[in-house]
Every structure is written in structure tokens, then in C-alpha cells.
């Protein structure tokens, strides 16, 4: 849900509005706190702003030292209405709210809640838990959160909420909520957030086809010591290029509009795009689980030596068709890979192969004391057959009951 009217009225909105206006002085962090009279106050207690998610301590007086509250820039009600960028980003957020909050109040644990009702806007409540304190168990913590404010409880001394809420920017501003352990911000959506130009990747411009075409025509031609005939044959395969994800293959049969053998290219869409190597390639490295992530001109260039080779494998150089390998074409790549990507070749994982022993012709004879072995064993279980007496036959005596059925189907 995103009602611009509903925004309006918002009480989360307008806090949102009012401390993105107010200026914080950096000193008034560790300076002590006054109860929430105006914008400022709501400004001295944000602890992180990004462009999803706000980190905001609990207005004073506080319950608890660390009541933390997750909000959502935008006015959404709850995950239900998370677009695709703030779905991927709120269980990383949340991990790192609660793993901050664990760190600076030294808690046993960290609860979690949400409900909405009287601000229909998401903000999670994530309250340090200790142990120790019997009265803030579970659903007790309700029943505290009320006695402070009818009085009955002390509140949090604002100075601890002051250092609490300096620890936390420190911590934050190293570790935004929502990004990855690479500082990289997951948006997966158009919709959400509009990436940058650059962030997108190159686009499949005819240069950038020509400049990956050239580049895997040279090394498949250095590594095989073609001739300049041979090289003009190879380059002029046919080539379909792709913009998106899948696999790219080489094929013999009429497709994508050519009437003979040609390779199908796909060039990943965004700046980066990760590289696995042939799963049934029996080569000497392998990608590890998840791959490696490889500019994507440097992925196309490494995938087109692949199907370059399988060309090559098929006679399209009329050298002769030879074997199909899918380890020739694996290793060609890996090659390009340590050449020009040297950081991405350190990450492959050797593979070690399982030697088996073939044998080979009849088995040798045995030696002369297994002979011996077996010719004793042999005569010692012939004569222990005939030391052993033999049981007289028994011969059943044949039934004298009388049938009382015929033995043969008689009819009507």
C-alpha cells in the first residue's frame, strides 16, 4: 500500500519529514537528552537514514535502553507490500539492526515485533532481551512498556540512550542495513529503486560485439596455430548475440534464422555476471559453488572460445571433425581466465581425479606355495569324503489312504 493520502496523515511520515529538516549538532549525540518536544529531538535520536530504512531509538522517556525501531522510508503497511528491492534488503536490515543492538547493550537476545495498528506504517520494535530481568520476558515486556508510562517504572537514563544512539551511527555507517557484506545494495526491481546508467552495464553495441568477437578469433587462433585461411574460415561463423542470462551453445542444425552451423551468444545484462564452468568437464579447475564473478566482456570473450572450440571440434575449418569434448572447451576458457583475469583464476578449485587400476591380459600365475596350498586343501577335502559314512537311502513307503478324488478332471 502506497496512498499518498494515507502518507499524509502518517504519523511515521511526518516524523520521517521533520527529522530529514532538522540540522543534529555532531556534540549533541553524547549530550544529554531531552524528552521528545519537537523535530530536533526526533533528529538526535535517528541513529542511520538510507534511502529504505530509517534506525530510530524510542522517543524518551524510553522503556528500555536500545528500543530500536526499523522503519520504512516508504509508506508501506508491512512486508506484504514490500516492492522486489526492499524485499531482498529487510532480512539483511534486520540482521544488522539486531546484531548492532546485541553488540552495544551486550543483550542475551534481540525481540522482534510488529503489529502497525496504531501507525499503519511498518516500524519493527527490536528491544535488547536480558535474561537476567525477569519482568521483561516475552509478552511481559508489554506490561513494562506501560508501567513506564504510567510511571509506576523509572525510564532509561537518557545519557545511556545518548551513547547508546552514538554507538549505533558508528556502527551503521560501516555496516548500512540492507547491503550485503560488500557494501553492495541488492535491487533487483526497476521499480524501485532506477540503478544508475553505469551500474546497468555496457550496452551490446556493435563495437563491444566486434572487440569480444576479436578477441576470442586471436586467442583460438594462437592456441591452435591456425593458418590465416583457417582463421578467416572460423571467423566467419555465424554469430546470433543475445542481451540476457542462459546458455549460449553451438549449433549444426537450421535455427535462429541460418540455414547453417552457427553459435548462439548470450551476453549477461549487467556490468558483472558469474562464471561456472562445464559441470560434467572433467578439466583440471573447477568453478566453486556460486560461481566467479567476472566482468561481463571478459565472461562473453571466455564463453565464445568455448563454442568457438566446439566449431572447431565439428570441422568447420576442414580439418576434419574430431572428438566432442566438453574438457578441451573447458580448459580453453580456464586458459583465457588466467591470462586476463588472473584474481578470478586464483579462486578455481583443482580437481582431483580417482585413478583406477585396469588390468590388463590374463591374470599372472599363482606361486608355487599357493599351488601347494591349494593341491593339499583339495586332497584333504576329497578325503574327508570318503572317511565320512554314508546314510543308508530311505525310501518312503508309497501312501495306502485311499483317494477319494480322481487325480484327472472326468467332465460332467
Known amino acids: 500500500m502506497n496512498d499518498p493520502s494515507a502518507a499524509g496523515a502518517c504519523d511515521i511520515c511526518r516524523i520521517h519529514a521533520s527529522a530529514a529538516d532538522a540540522s543534529v549538532d555532531e556534540h549533541a549525540v553524547s549530550a544529554m537528552l531531552a524528552p521528545v518536544s519537537g523535530a530536533r529531538d526526533f533528529a538526535a535520536l535517528e541513529c542511520h537514514r538510507g534511502p529504505h530504512w530509517i534506525v530510530r531509538h524510542h522517543p524518551l522517556p524510553a522503556p528500555i535502553v536500545g528500543w530500536t525501531c526499523l522503519c520504512a522510508v516508504r509508506h508501506v503497511q508491512g512486508p506484504a507490500d514490500f516492492h522486489d528491492a526492499e524485499a531482498d534488503e529487510f532480512g539483511r536490515a534486520l540482521r544488522t539492526v539486531s546484531r548492532a543492538i546485541r553488540e552495544v547493550t551486550g543483550c542475551d ?42 510511571g ?20 551503521l555507517a560501516a555496516h548500512p542495513p540492507g547491503t550485503t557484506s560488500s557494501g553492495i545494495r541488492l535491487v533487483r526491481s526497476a521499480r524501485a529503486v ?55 551453445a553451438y549449433y549444426q542444425r537450421h535455427a535462429h534464422g541460418f540455414d547453417r552451423p552457427h553459435i548462439l551468444l548470450r551476453v549477461a545484462p549487467g556490468a558483472s555476471a558469474y562464471w561456472h564452468t562445464y559441470r560434467r568437464a572433467r578439466a583440471r579447475y573447477s568453478t566453486p559453488p556460486g560461481g566467479i564473478e567476472l566482468e561481463t566482456r571478459i565472461l562473453a570473450i571466455a564463453v565464445l572460445i568455448h563454442e568457438l572450440t566446439h566449431a572447431l571440434q565439428h570441422g568447420v575449418c576442414g580439418h576434419g571433425k574430431r572428438a566432442f569434448s566438453e574438457v578441451e572447451t573447458t580448459e580453453n576458457e580456464i586458459e583465457f581466465i588466467r591470462q586476463h583475469a588472473p584474481q578470478a583464476f586464483a ?5 582431483v581425479r580417482r585413478t583406477r587400476k585396469k588390468v590388463r591380459g590374463a591374470p599372472p600365475p599363482p606361486s ?10 583339495r586332497a584333504a577335502g576329497t578325503l574327508a569324503g570318503l572317511i565320512q559314512p554314508r546314510k543308508p537311502a530311505v525310501i518312503e513307503p508309497r501312501s495306502t489312504r485311499r483317494r477319494n478324488r480322481s487325480p484327472k478332471p472326468t467332465g460332467n
Not at 135 to 148: K, N
Open 152 to 171: 509506576e517504572h523509572a525510564p532509561a537514563d537518557p545519557a545511556a540512550v545518548a551513547n547508546f544512539v552514538g554507538s549505533m551511527r558508528h556502527i
Open 194 to 248: 532506477a540503478p544508475p546508467r553505469a551500474a546497468s552495464g555496457p550496452r551490446l553495441t556493435a563495437k563491444l560485439r566486434a572487440d569480444i568477437h576479436e578477441s576470442a578469433i586471436e586467442f583460438v587462433a594462437n592456441r591452435y596455430q591456425l593458418t590465416a585461411d583457417q582463421r578467416a574460415t572460423l571467423a566467419a561463423t555465424p554469430i546470433r548475440w543475445r542481451r540476457g542470462r542462459g546458455a549460449s
Open 109 to 150: 537476545r534481540v525481540y522482534a515485533i510488529a503489529f502497525g495498528q496504531g501507525a499503519p506504517h511498518l516500524h519493527m520494535h527490536l528491544i535488547p532481551r536480558f535474561d537476567a530481568v525477569e519482568a521483561t520476558r516475552a509478552w511481559q515486556i508489554a506490561d513494562w512498556y506501560r508501567a513506564v508510562e504510567r
Open 368 to 377: 608355487g606355495l599357493a599351488a601347494l596350498r591349494a593341491i593339499v586343501l
Open 347 to 351: 579462486k578455481l578449485i583443482p580437481v
